[in-house]
């Protein structure tokens, strides 16, 4: 070998041994081996920042956006709702998200279904009272098995088929892929749903703040429109759209007239329900519902930034004594009072008649330009910022149709995949699916450096001639092994380079290889060739390979060795089972 070349798999050995030890975080580890690797001259000081503008980098940014305009409709809530409304235990919720984002990733992107099928996890893990860390690696994991299971479903197998063609004249067809790929597909759902402890419970690396406010006892106000589905439902079954969170503590009639809130009453049209939960809670019954925050009034200019904001009301507050009505909030300051909270305190009066008490905590609506000067007027101190949706206005089912269209674009081949998520993504803003000020913080800064630090240090590999070394020891190990053992090894080879070239260069790289020592030995090539496609899409082992498992990092808060505790024995799993299918199906 080079010096060159010894210095590139330095480097890159040096840099996994940081990632797995933990000391520094992931992005702080990449950007020392970008510039170690410039230092010693592997990497060319312009080539450096050409991570940056790199087709992965743009996915996974685009698709965190996207997954959180879905997550923010609250579409999906419903779907969860109706679709598995008795799924408690974590297991059985696991292997639903599982068994459908593999069956998704079958026929469209994989990385589609996964930014599909997150806020679902989300929302179940709130349910179950769980880490969503339970559910995203493994989702991730269902994702790249599934899309081993057609031609369509992950890039190594269309590059696969490509060079098959070029090869034989005869590319791989849709299907080629499915009796392989479903046999894994199975094998590694069903080890996903018996296996999933292996994987340690992360807290998600951006909530500790906001899970550290725990306020839970917020009280609104919602008028029953007369078109609202809850028209003729039970006190019980609205109360169940806030998942136990939330309750039902006093109706009043349309005259003025007040019941009791029995489980089993009839809501009608036109009464005003007082509510008391948490703040999904209540926005779920809300949105869910289609209920109306009666004391909310509609902001005349389109132009304001409407935004929520909770503040706790100070001790020399002008809003001590007095209640929202007296103050005439909207009409004085154009802001809507959506709830109160007040320790040990469980309202029965309307939300306008409440009269505040200094420690009450109120959450109000309106021009994000004007709330903190009103606040700072009335001596109210404003909570650390939350990712809080009551109140807030949403476009329901649009970001779901801007998903399905972005990814029926890349399966008809309009548009590439960078391209439809990142418009998928503008989209979302344009429509005020995610409001622009919070466009930044879905964002996780740390991946995206990372992903943009590693992409110039792993091309090092085939720029100085690595990957030759790599493909000769190949070829010289594989001559002397029997048809199962030579699979078996170029399989792995696949799945051991992937996580430094990604998926598709690996493909390129390691094909013609595989076909080359195969035809070399006197066997067929597809066998060979497939099980390059099925090693390349099979990145189990770390965060790096596969924008899925990127994806889940930062929502995860996975660190970079957790990916192994479960990833490990799946891979094992893999080659066990598609070293025999592949012999079994392709003839070598």
């Not at 040096?14 to 702080?28: I, K």
């Not at 439902?233 to 009043?252: K, N, P, Y």
Request: proline fraction near 5%.
């Amino acid at each position: 070998m080079t010096t060159q070349q010894i210095l590139a798999f330095g480097i890159i050995f040096f840099m996994m041994v940081a990632f797995v030890w933990g000391r520094w975080r992931y992005d702080l580890v990449a950007v020392g081996a970008l510039l170690a690797a410039v230092a010693v001259g592997i990497v060319a000081p312009e080539d450096a920042f050409s991570g940056l503008s790199d087709d992965i980098v743009v996915i996974v940014g685009s698709a965190l956006v996207v997954s959180a305009a879905v997550a923010r409709s609250g579409v999906m809530e419903v779907a969860v709702r109706r679709l598995a409304p008795n799924l408690r235990t974590p297991r059985s919720q696991l292997i639903i998200l599982v068994l459908t984002v593999t069956l998704l990733s079958a026929f469209i992107k994989n990385i589609g279904a996964l930014a599909i099928m997150m806020p679902i996890a989300f929302q179940m893990a709130r349910k179950s009272g769980v880490s969503p860390s339970l559910f995203l690696m493994p989702m991730s994991f269902g994702a790249l098995l599934g899309g081993l299971m057609t031609q369509i479903g992950t890039s190594p197998n269309v590059i696969v088929s490509r060079v098959r063609e070029d090869l034989t004249g005869t590319p791989f067809t849709m299907f080629d892929f499915t009796p392989v790929g479903a046999s894994l597909a199975l094998v590694g759902v069903v080890f996903l749903a018996l296996c999933y402890r292996l994987l340690p419970e992360r807290a998600q690396a951006k909530s500790s703040l906001d899970q550290a406010i725990a306020i839970k006892n917020y009280t609104t106000e919602v008028r029953v429109p007369a078109d609202s589905p809850s028209v003729g439902e039970t006190v019980g079954s609205v109360q169940r759209l806030g998942g136990g969170q939330a309750m039902i503590t006093g109706i009043i009639a349309p005259n003025g007239k007040r019941r009791l809130p029995l489980p089993d009453s009839m809501i009608q049209a036109g009464e005003l329900l007082i509510v008391e939960g948490e703040p999904e809670a209540l926005d779920r019954i809300v949105s869910q519902g289609k209920l109306a925050f009666s004391e909310r009034r509609d902001q005349a200019a389109s132009s304001m930034e409407l935004g929520v904001v909770e503040a706790v009301v100070g001790d020399s507050s002008s809003l001590v004594g007095r209640t929202a009505r007296e103050l005439a909030l909207f009409d004085a300051a154009g802001l809507n009072l959506l709830a109160v909270s007040r320790r040990d305190k469980r309202f029965t009066e309307r939300l306008g008649e409440i009269r505040f008490r200094i420690g009450d905590i109120i959450v109000l609506q309106g021009d994000l330009d004007v709330l903190p000067e009103r606040l700072r007027e009335w001596d109210c101190l404003p909570l650390v910022e939350r990712n809080l949706t009551i109140g807030s206005i949403r476009n329901g089912i649009i970001p779901v149709l801007i998903l399905i269209l972005a990814m029926g674009s890349t399966a008809l081949g309009v548009v590439s995949v960078p391209i439809a998520f990142f418009a998928a993504a503008v989209l979302m803003v344009a429509t005020r699916t995610v409001p622009l000020r919070d466009v930044y913080s879905h964002i996780d800064a740390p991946i995206l450096i990372m992903l943009a630090a590693l992409i110039p240090v792993s091309d090092s590999l085939r720029t100085t001639g690595a990957t030759d070394v790599i493909a000769n020891w190949l070829s010289a190990t594989a001559s002397v092994l029997p048809a199962y053992g030579a699979l078996a090894l170029i399989l792995v080879a696949a799945m051991a380079v992937t996580p430094f070239l990604n998926n598709a260069a690996t493909v390129l790289v390691m094909a013609p290889i595989a076909a080359t020592f195969a035809t070399d030995l006197g066997y067929q090539p597809e066998a060979f060739l497939m099980a390059v496609a099925i090693g390349a899409g099979s990145d189990f082992l770390t965060p790096i390979g596969h924008q899925c498992n990127t994806l889940v990092m930062g929502p995860g808060g996975y660190r970079f060795g957790d990916y192994w505790r479960l990833g490990l024995p799946l891979s094992l799993l893999v080659v066990l089972v598609a070293v025999p299918m592949l012999m079994l199906v392709w003839s070598v």
